[in-house]
């Protein structure tokens, strides 16, 4: 005797108990969470090179396609030789970049520290000569200056104190960054040999993806991933540029109006231009305090100075470099760079509007495409 399921008493059946599966891995994921994540982290640490690697090849892949493809379109090299020039015109520009910004901001930053040094020793030798025209007597003044040498003993004391408790995380912030430098340049020995195959890799990526996933899965994660590099690349060479004029003008302005550490503060203000919405805001602040130990009235008109350049980057530059490539509303721009920023810091900041972007056109494609389905328009 033959039992026959209707089809929706399959379909349920299939639904419960994948609904079920995904509900007991999930529950072992949190049952486990902290040694996940421990290994999760410790595998980031041990790939952190290849991280690196794909990072600078993604970066610069742009100026090795327009070597290429631009620059050696016409030309009647080799295939090879043409990938060989282009890889090294991209590397090339890295370390002149790279180089570029450490010539320049070394000695404006031993300038600066040399300067702020100097300035706090006036500030000092100031406020003793203030006390000394004050009409005070003899002893109240002794008494002012004993207690002020006492409250700088008290401040050296606790300061080689705090240095004998803190020295163990400078010591692991420094090897920290030595072991980032070391990254940054075993990246680029990655970067390199990314670039000279990256058709093979993604060939090899694409084999094995529709090798082991349903064909419609496997189209739907091509699309994602050519749709993620868009929008990635857009974002970032548009903002890059962006960025840089920013930085341009900065500097000029600086410069007109006769303000110190014109390189530094301009180098800083382009960088930290690249966070959308809040970069300008977060490279203002250093260089108000640079200017603000120099001469305070300096400080505020640079400060006025940002706002004028925020309100130029925002309304007309940012729009005409990127124009709406990301398509994303400004409310979900503030949303992204805050969650971005909350999880990963200031590259989450950076990354967050982009990656979201994608996000944001997936469910308004997928949304739209259900709508039409059902034939209701809204």
């Given at each position: 005797m033959k039992f026959h399921l209707k089809e929706e008493t399959v379909e349920l059946t299939k639904a419960l108990t994948v609904a079920g599966i995904i509900i007991v891995i999930v529950c072992f994921l949190f049952s486990r969470f902290n040694e996940i994540f421990y290994w999760v982290g410790k595998f980031?640490?041990?790939?952190?090179?290849?991280?690196?690697?794909?990072?600078?090849?993604?970066?610069?892949?742009?100026?090795?396609?327009?070597?290429?493809?631009?620059?050696?379109?016409?030309?009647?090299?080799?295939?090879?030789?043409?990938?060989?020039?282009g890889v090294i015109a991209a590397l090339g520009f890295l370390f002149i970049l790279v180089?570029?910004?450490?010539?320049?901001?070394?000695?404006?930053?031993?300038?600066?520290?040399?300067?702020?040094?100097?300035?706090?020793?006036?500030?000092?030798?100031?406020?003793?000569k203030y006390l000394e025209s004050l009409a005070i007597n003899d002893s109240i003044y002794e008494s002012i200056v004993t207690y002020l040498f006492a409250s700088g003993e008290k401040i050296v004391t606790g300061t080689i104190n705090g240095m004998q408790?803190?020295?163990?995380?400078?010591?692991?912030?420094?090897f920290g960054f030595l072991t980032s430098l070391m990254n940054f340049f075993?990246?680029?020995?990655?970067?390199?040999?990314?670039?000279?195959?990256?058709e093979r890799f993604i060939n090899q990526f694409k084999r094995a993806l529709f090798a082991f996933v349903p064909k419609k899965v496997a189209d739907y994660t091509v699309y994602l991933t050519n749709l993620t590099?868009?929008?990635?690349?857009?974002?970032?060479v548009g903002k890059f540029i962006d960025s840089l004029i920013i930085g341009v003008i900065c500097f000029v302005g600086m410069t007109i109006f006769k303000m110190p550490y014109a390189v530094l503060i301009s180098f800083i203000v382009g960088l930290t231009n690249m966070i959308p919405v809040f970069g300008p805001f977060i490279g203002a602040i250093p260089g108000v305090?640079?200017?603000?130990?120099?001469?305070?009235?300096?400080?505020?008109?640079?400060?006025?100075?940002?706002?004028?350049?925020?309100?130029?980057?925002?309304n007309i530059l940012g729009p005409y470099i990127l124009g709406d490539s990301l398509g994303l509303p400004s409310l979900w721009i503030m949303f992204s760079i805050i969650v971005g920023g909350g999880f990963f810091g200031l590259v989450g900041m950076f990354?967050?509007?982009?990656?979201?972007?994608?996000?944001?056109?997936?469910?308004?494609?997928?949304?739209?495409?259900?709508?039409?389905?059902?034939?209701?328009?809204?």
């Open positions: 980031i640490g041990v790939a952190m090179p290849f991280i690196f690697g794909m990072a600078i090849a993604f970066l610069i892949s742009p100026v090795q396609s327009y070597v290429e493809n631009k620059l050696l379109k016409n030309s009647k090299m080799h295939f090879k030789a043409k990938r060989i020039l180089g570029g910004l450490l010539a320049l901001l070394i000695p404006q930053l031993y300038a600066s520290v040399t300067t702020l040094s100097s300035s706090m020793n006036v500030y000092i030798s100031e406020a003793q408790q803190y020295l163990p995380q400078i010591l692991n912030y420094s075993v990246g680029i020995f990655i970067a390199f040999y990314i670039l000279m195959s990256k590099t868009t929008m990635l690349n857009s974002f970032v305090f640079i200017l603000f130990m120099v001469d305070p009235i300096m400080a505020v008109w640079f400060a006025l100075w940002i706002l004028v350049l925020q309100q130029f980057d925002g990354l967050g509007v982009p990656l979201f972007s994608v996000v944001y056109i997936v469910v308004k494609t997928s949304v739209q495409k259900r709508l039409e389905e059902k034939k209701i328009q809204i």
